[in-house]
């Protein structure tokens, strides 16, 4: 599932990582974990096996989400459409090897009356969010 590109916010980041694909993947796909790594993530729970159709919950930035998986292909992609009051996304992690390790592209499309409403606001405060969880998963992935 791609990203709705006719979105009020829309962003997508990417970062080198120096670690393997298999690695930044192991992290990444350990949802119950982001809270260790990320501190913007809190009480991160998934519901069953992660697969297409697993659902899961999370809080970021005051927010709790419900997730639900949309894309799984260990090692390349991993992708999920979530909801809070007033708003949706659709959010997709890509994992490229590199001759240096791996580049990882993050996109999300978000929507809703919330989101409209403040989307010059929510722009801003995605990027931050991205660039930020990029950074963190980097750390832990070099580490």
Do not use: C
Request: hydrophobic share 35%.
């Amino acid at each position: 599932m791609t990203i709705n590109q006719e979105a009020p916010v829309i962003q997508t980041k990417e970062i080198i990582i120096d670690a393997t694909p298999e690695k930044v993947w192991r992290i990444l796909a350990n949802i119950q974990s982001w809270g260790k790594w990320n501190e913007r993530i809190k009480n991160p729970k998934l519901k069953g096996n992660l697969e297409v159709g697993s659902s899961f919950t999370w809080k970021t930035n005051g927010s709790k989400i419900n997730s639900k998986i949309h894309s799984y292909s260990p090692n390349r992609i991993l992708g999920w459409k979530g909801k809070t009051f007033g708003a949706s996304a659709i959010h997709n992690w890509y994992l490229e090897p590199t001759e240096n390790g791996t580049k990882v592209i993050v996109e999300e499309s978000m929507e809703g009356w919330i989101i409209n409403l403040m989307k010059q606001k929510m722009n801003k405060k995605l990027a931050d969010d991205m660039l930020y969880w990029l950074k963190q998963l980097k750390k832990e992935s070099e580490k």
